[in-house]
């Protein structure tokens, strides 16, 4: 199918120029008792508008440490950390919280979807706590679920939705506060080959749109369809390089994306 096909609409203002992430010899060391974990050594990173990035490496190499910095998550323990050019590495947990609701959209491997809700109801989430009108959130939920071409299953539980629409959910949720970036951990982590691509798909159209794209994955065929990848070893950065003959996803039939109500 044509990729013009899937109407998505510009949830939000086109994204500013400059880096939006930007680590500066960024270390975190776990403490476990007498035991001190180094999961990232010095990671110096600059992240601009728009980019789409995969970050790979071995189990244990600090990917998933790294991503909860970025995603303000948890604090570095050296070094730091620019967001949209502040300073947010000496922020207390409150302001973390406030600056993550703000400007981070996360995905995960396991979806996180709240089991006897629906997608409506799950998408609207991360606005309650936001203080947006119920009329609002479900507008901007069922959008959003538009977005990810879901528009026909806002009442479906996840039950009752295939492991792909599951994620699909999850990617509506990460966007419906308009995030500047969105990071995903092996978001294709649980999916067949077939429905992982389609996973890619929605975040290549999202990336077209400007959204700046960050994740974790194992595997190659994945990494193709970023536009950089990011190697890690042992909480130090390996491998920095463009990706050449990017993938684009292409949507197999079997599972259209309608296009958006009203859409031509
Ligand atoms: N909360 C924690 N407490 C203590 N050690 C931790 C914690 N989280 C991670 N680690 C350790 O830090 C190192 C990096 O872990 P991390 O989860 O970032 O790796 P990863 O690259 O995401 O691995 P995987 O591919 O298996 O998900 C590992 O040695 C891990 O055991
Ligand atoms: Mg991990």
Redesign the pocket.
Known sequence: MDRSDIAISAQRAAAPAGPVVQTEKLE?V???GDVK????RGISLRIDAGEFIAVM????????????LVGCLDRPTAGRYLLRGEDVSRFSRDELARVRGREIGFVFQGFNLLPRTNAVENVELPMLYQGIPARERHARAAEALRTVGLGDRLDHTPAQLSGGQQQRVAIARALVNRPTVVLA??PTGNLDSQTSVEVMAIFQQLNDQGLTVLL?T?EPDIAQHAKRVVT?KD?LVLDDRRVENRRIARIEPRERIEPREGAA
């Open positions: 975190k776990y403490t476990m974990v180094h999961a990232l490496g071995a189990s244990g190499s600090g990917k998933s440490t790294f991503m909860n951990d092996e974790v194992h890690f909480g």
